[in-house]
Nanobody, 123 residues
Framework: QVQLVQSGGRLVQAGDSLRISCACS????????MGWFRQAAGKEREFVAG????????RYADSAKGRFTISRDNTKNTVYLQMSSLKPDDTAVYFC????????????????WGQGTQVTVSS
């Protein structure tokens, strides 16, 4: 059974940078595309960034382009989301998710989910 364990969320100031991580166990990590999603209070879960199994294909939501970078280390079975120039609007619970091979944006196409990690950006 694939398990995704997240870490790194915390309270930061606007303009700060933060990296959150998601470690995969119980499956062949290199077979999975990984996505990062977020859900702010009272809002629907939204796609933030995704990366395919090889790391060769990355996708970003418009809100993340130029500020966030998704990466993966298949030797550590871990995917990262490096966030910079954080804004209060980035405040949300961030989730990582896994699906086979290709990266897509719809949340319902992902099979496995992390537990979520809170990122709070104060102004």
């Amino acid at each position: 059974q694939v398990q995704l364990v997240q870490s790194g969320g915390r309270l930061v100031q606007a303009g700060d940078s933060l990296r959150i991580s998601c470690a995969c166990s119980g499956g062949a990590f290199e077979n999975y595309a990984m996505g990062w999603f977020r859900q702010a209070a009272g809002k629907e879960r939204e796609f933030v960034a995704g990366i395919d199994w090889s790391g060769g294909d990355t996708r970003y939501a418009d809100s993340a382009k130029g500020r966030f970078t998704i990466s993966r280390d298949n030797t550590k079975n871990t995917v990262y989301l490096q966030m910079s120039s954080l804004k209060p609007d980035d405040t949300a619970v961030y989730f990582c998710a896994a699906r086979q091979i290709t990266v897509v944006s719809p949340a319902n196409l992902y099979e496995y989910w992390g537990q979520g990690t809170q990122v709070t950006v104060s102004s």
